[in-house]
């Protein structure tokens, strides 16, 4: 470190001393960063045995088997880009035509209600979409389709894309509706329709918020747990299509965590598992943040 | 759009037709008897202890962020981590908790593990809305009282938090909103399927709502009817916190006059 | 009639980053009098008025060199309370901002932060002020209710009320009329030449009419420096530097 970083460091940190309130509420504020930090090591901690034993192996293994002591996540890996990708397949354009529509086209009065209608979404609970999926979905897709369950992998993506919707259309939404007015202005006093408008201006000028949402939509679905588990079947395999049951890594981790012995291997595979899926969040969400800077900057 | 609209309502008929069969008495009764007392109060103690701790962190935190940290790079830092804390899938934090709560601090499946994971994901619900709310406060005020000779921490506490009390509030009903029905950040550190009676100490491990809905769908392979009752009431809570932070925030907007 | 001198500054320099906004000014202002600061925007005006409170402070990208002594005390001194300072040198903003509370709690404030009273001598103190800003007529049949209920010349009031309450010596007001309507203007006015008799009041302004309407020492600062000081009558009617000439007759501002 440079002399004049620690200069600066060094009397950031005096600064706080000589002020009792400041060095608390700077305290709180670190917070964040002392859990993320905490979260990293003790996970990383748990899993690094299983990482010795298995390397790479432990994500690209063919098979999981515990009597005979392998741990490959491989099927898990799959399962989890099968559903992710079929969420995002419909969510996506969903979502990002959702939010275009809410901050761009409807009047101005249905904007809040619309807006508040999307958060209520966003608060349900997953083990709740997970009960509806169970209720409605499952059987639906079971008797349209004529399979043997309806748990499979294509239930877990619409599911799935239901749940990261709202979490587009409202970071998307708000990039879009922080377009300045007189750049929508220019194009409309040209002679532009409102889509020509939109298509035109608004979303060049909204191309990495709009990026961005989906990296952290992304993020939500590769990371959802607990409805997922409930609706894809739980068979961990690489499966041949979307009717097939499928296991998703985070799913994994809730349904096996509870019988694997503390300190064992499995129990170790579990937590590497575990840290993998951390390190794929925080890659993502950190890059959506990088997106959305770089975007700003133009 | 349309076939959003059209499923949604199908999904809703066919909820309202398994609430003829609610007994309202179950409420009140104990899970031993097959009622749901316990769960009840299970998720209630479970959201009421994360709040209490993660309320006055993230306001504090949310203060720091915007009245006194300097524009650096520590305060990126923070403000990254903050983003990425949210976005944290729960079971990791569920695994965390275990990891750090239940086992190397000793707390095992108890309240108080919950307590503190649950925390870990409001936290950031808080900050990130408290910042919003203390933002909006006009800066007239602090001024104000800094020219009456108020300290810094003092200006802020008399004037700019009082006036963005609503809003902080907000944010933390919201969290609570968030909580109230998670299930993969307790179903290692705090809850199990059958309790006697309710915790008596925070060191006790507790029933909730969404963890039995869970555990009984997929560990014993129950079929949601089993379970509507208790989805009823948990999408009752979540909705009514829910709406509660919508109409708090409507009304407080509409009673701050200084938002030109 | 001659009168000490309140304020005492000395080779006062300011700068905003790179910007030196205050160039080696001396000044002296009298006690028991009103001394106005004028010029044209952005000369350092408020800048300078705000060094006087050490208001400067607040804001990360000033520094400031010299010696400001209110009441024989050199405010830039280390071991200054500025605190206390605040409450000895009292300040009237250019757009009134009363504090999100009642009408009472707005005056009670400052007494109360700095522990000065409590139950019925603190609403004693809030009636005085109340009285003294002219206020008290019209308000004091309900203190409870919202500060921001009051019209805008009413809330200048009010704030001035509240500088009022924590008894400073000193009164600094910073346009205190520029966002007020000319009938809240005159009352105001009228209030400033008022308190002059026991205050100490500077007030900054870039009208020219209202700096020789109300007050009895004129300073013009151009540019961060004096260019003319003295009794306001004498500026107006005889100004000796050119640039005071040019400014008075409208040539620029």
Request: proline share 4%; aromatic share 10%; hydrophobic share 50%.
């Given at each position: 470190m440079s002399n004049k970083k620690l200069i600066q460091l060094s009397s950031f940190f005096l600064k706080l001393k000589s002020q009792p309130m400041t060095a608390v509420l700077f305290l709180c504020a670190s917070f964040s960063i002392i859990i993320l930090f905490l979260m990293l090591f003790f996970v990383a901690q748990e899993g690094a045995y299983a990482f010795t034993q298995f390397g790479s192996d432990l994500l690209f293994g063919m098979r999981w088997d515990l009597e005979s002591n392998i741990f490959g996540g491989l099927p898990l890996l799959f399962g989890s880009l099968m559903v992710t990708f079929g969420a995002l397949i419909i969510a996506i354009p969903i979502g990002v035509s959702t939010s275009i529509f809410v901050s761009e086209v409807l009047p101005f009065y249905l904007r809040d209600p619309i807006k508040s209608i999307i958060e209520l979404l966003a608060s349900i609970p997953s083990v709740l979409y997970g009960f509806i999926g169970l209720l409605v979905v499952v059987p639906f897709i079971q008797d349209v389709f004529g399979l043997p369950s309806g748990q499979t992998a294509l239930t877990a993506s619409a599911i799935l894309s239901i749940m990261t919707i709202p979490t587009i259309v409202s970071v998307s939404g708000e990039i879009i509706s922080a377009v300045p007015k007189n750049y929508k202005e220019a194009a409309l006093g040209l002679g532009a329709t409102k889509w020509e408008t939109i298509k035109s201006v608004v979303l060049p000028i909204s191309k990495s918020g709009i990026l961005a949402s989906i990296m952290l939509g992304f993020g939500r679905a590769v990371g959802e747990t607990i409805a997922v588990s409930m609706v894809s079947g739980n068979q961990a395999h690489i499966a041949s299509s979307y009717f097939e049951a499928i296991y998703t890594i985070p799913s994994f981790i809730a349904t096996h965590m509870g019988e694997a012995a503390v300190g064992s291997t499995e129990y170790s595979a579990l937590f590497g598992l575990g840290l993998i899926l951390l390190i794929i969040t925080f890659i993502v969400n950190t890059l959506a943040d990088v997106v959305v800077k770089r975007g700003v900057h133009q | 759009m349309v076939i959003c609209i059209l499923a949604f309502l199908w999904i809703i008929t066919t909820i309202l037709t398994g609430i003829?069969?609610?007994?309202?008495?179950?409420?009140?009764?104990s899970a031993l008897q097959g009622g749901y007392f316990e769960m009840i109060v299970g998720t209630i103690y479970l959201f009421l202890g994360a709040a209490a701790i993660a309320g006055p962190i993230g306001v504090f935190a949310a203060i720091y962020l915007v009245e006194?940290?300097?524009?650096?790079k520590i305060t990126r830092i923070i403000d990254q981590a903050i983003n990425n804390l949210a976005g944290v899938p729960s079971i990791i934090i569920g695994l965390f908790g275990y990891t750090l709560f239940s086992r190397q601090l000793g707390f095992d499946i108890s309240l108080l593990s919950g307590w503190l994971t649950l925390s870990i994901m409001i936290l950031p619900i808080v900050i990130r809305g408290s910042e919003e709310a203390i933002r909006i406060v006009p800066k007239a005020f602090k001024e104000a009282a800094l020219g009456l000779g108020a300290t810094k921490w003092k200006a802020i506490s008399l004037t700019t938090l009082i006036a963005a009390a609503p809003g902080i509030v907000t944010s933390v009903i919201l969290g609570i909103a968030r909580v109230a029905g998670e299930t993969a950040a307790i179903l290692f550190t705090s809850s199990v399927i059958m309790t006697r009676g309710t915790p008596s100490s925070p060191l006790e491990p507790v029933m909730a709502l969404s963890f039995n809905m869970y555990v009984k769908i997929v560990a014993r392979g129950e079929g949601p009817e089993s379970v509507f009752d208790i989805a009823l009431i948990l999408f009752l809570i979540v909705v009514t916190f829910s709406l509660v932070a919508i109409i708090l925030r409507i009304y407080y907007r509409r009673k701050q006059p200084w938002l030109s | 009639m001659t009168y000490a001198d309140k304020i005492d500054i000395r080779k006062l320099n300011i700068w905003f980053g790179e910007k030196?906004?205050?160039?080696g000014v001396d000044l002296k202002i009298k006690a028991n009098a009103v001394t106005a600061i004028m010029g044209p925007s952005g000369c350092g005006k408020s800048t300078m008025l705000r060094a006087f409170n050490r208001?400067?402070?607040?804001?990360?990208s000033c520094k400031t060199t010299g010696d400001v002594f209110i009441g024989g005390k050199n405010v830039y001194q280390k071991n200054t309370n500025v605190y206390d300072l605040r409450r000895q040198v009292g300040m009237v903003f250019q757009k009134p901002n009363p504090l999100p509370k009642s009408i009472y709690e707005n005056v009670a404030f400052g007494p109360k932060i700095h522990k000065m009273a409590k139950g019925k001598s603190l609403d004693a103190i809030v009636e005085k002020s109340l009285r003294s800003a002219a206020l008290w007529e019209e308000v004091h049949d309900r203190l409870n209710d919202s500060a921001f209920d009051l019209s805008g010349g009413q809330q200048q009031r009010l704030c001035i009320a509240r500088a009022l309450a924590v008894n400073p010596e000193v009164i600094l007001m910073d346009e205190p009329c520029s966002a007020l309507d000319p009938a809240a203007t005159a009352k105001i006015e009228q209030l400033i030449r008022i308190l002059s008799s026991d205050y100490t009041v500077v007030i900054v302004t870039h009208n020219m009419q209202q700096a020789s309407r109300v007050s009895d020492y004129t300073v013009f600062l151009y540019l961060g420096k004096i260019i003319e000081r003295g009794e306001t009558k004498g500026i107006f009617e005889n100004p000796q530097h050119e640039l005071t000439e040019e400014y008075i007759t409208g040539q620029f501002g």
């Amino acid at each position: 470190m440079s002399n004049k970083k620690l200069i600066q460091l060094s009397s950031f940190f005096l600064k706080l001393k000589s002020q009792p309130m400041t060095a608390v509420l700077f305290l709180c504020a670190s917070f964040s960063i002392i859990i993320l930090f905490l979260m990293l090591f003790f996970v990383a901690q748990e899993g690094a045995y299983a990482f010795t034993q298995f390397g790479s192996d432990l994500l690209f293994g063919m098979r999981w088997d515990l009597e005979s002591n392998i741990f490959g996540g491989l099927p898990l890996l799959f399962g989890s880009l099968m559903v992710t990708f079929g969420a995002l397949i419909i969510a996506i354009p969903i979502g990002v035509s959702t939010s275009i529509f809410v901050s761009e086209v409807l009047p101005f009065y249905l904007r809040d209600p619309i807006k508040s209608i999307i958060e209520l979404l966003a608060s349900i609970p997953s083990v709740l979409y997970g009960f509806i999926g169970l209720l409605v979905v499952v059987p639906f897709i079971q008797d349209v389709f004529g399979l043997p369950s309806g748990q499979t992998a294509l239930t877990a993506s619409a599911i799935l894309s239901i749940m990261t919707i709202p979490t587009i259309v409202s970071v998307s939404g708000e990039i879009i509706s922080a377009v300045p007015k007189n750049y929508k202005e220019a194009a409309l006093g040209l002679g532009a329709t409102k889509w020509e408008t939109i298509k035109s201006v608004v979303l060049p000028i909204s191309k990495s918020g709009i990026l961005a949402s989906i990296m952290l939509g992304f993020g939500r679905a590769v990371g959802e747990t607990i409805a997922v588990s409930m609706v894809s079947g739980n068979q961990a395999h690489i499966a041949s299509s979307y009717f097939e049951a499928i296991y998703t890594i985070p799913s994994f981790i809730a349904t096996h965590m509870g019988e694997a012995a503390v300190g064992s291997t499995e129990y170790s595979a579990l937590f590497g598992l575990g840290l993998i899926l951390l390190i794929i969040t925080f890659i993502v969400n950190t890059l959506a943040d990088v997106v959305v800077k770089r975007g700003v900057h133009q | 759009m349309v076939i959003c609209i059209l499923a949604f309502l199908w999904i809703i008929t066919t909820i309202l037709t398994g609430i003829g069969t609610f007994n309202a008495e179950l409420l009140t009764t104990s899970a031993l008897q097959g009622g749901y007392f316990e769960m009840i109060v299970g998720t209630i103690y479970l959201f009421l202890g994360a709040a209490a701790i993660a309320g006055p962190i993230g306001v504090f935190a949310a203060i720091y962020l915007v009245e006194y940290a300097p524009s650096g790079k520590i305060t990126r830092i923070i403000d990254q981590a903050i983003n990425n804390l949210a976005g944290v899938p729960s079971i990791i934090i569920g695994l965390f908790g275990y990891t750090l709560f239940s086992r190397q601090l000793g707390f095992d499946i108890s309240l108080l593990s919950g307590w503190l994971t649950l925390s870990i994901m409001i936290l950031p619900i808080v900050i990130r809305g408290s910042e919003e709310a203390i933002r909006i406060v006009p800066k007239a005020f602090k001024e104000a009282a800094l020219g009456l000779g108020a300290t810094k921490w003092k200006a802020i506490s008399l004037t700019t938090l009082i006036a963005a009390a609503p809003g902080i509030v907000t944010s933390v009903i919201l969290g609570i909103a968030r909580v109230a029905g998670e299930t993969a950040a307790i179903l290692f550190t705090s809850s199990v399927i059958m309790t006697r009676g309710t915790p008596s100490s925070p060191l006790e491990p507790v029933m909730a709502l969404s963890f039995n809905m869970y555990v009984k769908i997929v560990a014993r392979g129950e079929g949601p009817e089993s379970v509507f009752d208790i989805a009823l009431i948990l999408f009752l809570i979540v909705v009514t916190f829910s709406l509660v932070a919508i109409i708090l925030r409507i009304y407080y907007r509409r009673k701050q006059p200084w938002l030109s | 009639m001659t009168y000490a001198d309140k304020i005492d500054i000395r080779k006062l320099n300011i700068w905003f980053g790179e910007k030196h906004v205050i160039r080696g000014v001396d000044l002296k202002i009298k006690a028991n009098a009103v001394t106005a600061i004028m010029g044209p925007s952005g000369c350092g005006k408020s800048t300078m008025l705000r060094a006087f409170n050490r208001m400067n402070d607040v804001i990360k990208s000033c520094k400031t060199t010299g010696d400001v002594f209110i009441g024989g005390k050199n405010v830039y001194q280390k071991n200054t309370n500025v605190y206390d300072l605040r409450r000895q040198v009292g300040m009237v903003f250019q757009k009134p901002n009363p504090l999100p509370k009642s009408i009472y709690e707005n005056v009670a404030f400052g007494p109360k932060i700095h522990k000065m009273a409590k139950g019925k001598s603190l609403d004693a103190i809030v009636e005085k002020s109340l009285r003294s800003a002219a206020l008290w007529e019209e308000v004091h049949d309900r203190l409870n209710d919202s500060a921001f209920d009051l019209s805008g010349g009413q809330q200048q009031r009010l704030c001035i009320a509240r500088a009022l309450a924590v008894n400073p010596e000193v009164i600094l007001m910073d346009e205190p009329c520029s966002a007020l309507d000319p009938a809240a203007t005159a009352k105001i006015e009228q209030l400033i030449r008022i308190l002059s008799s026991d205050y100490t009041v500077v007030i900054v302004t870039h009208n020219m009419q209202q700096a020789s309407r109300v007050s009895d020492y004129t300073v013009f600062l151009y540019l961060g420096k004096i260019i003319e000081r003295g009794e306001t009558k004498g500026i107006f009617e005889n100004p000796q530097h050119e640039l005071t000439e040019e400014y008075i007759t409208g040539q620029f501002g």
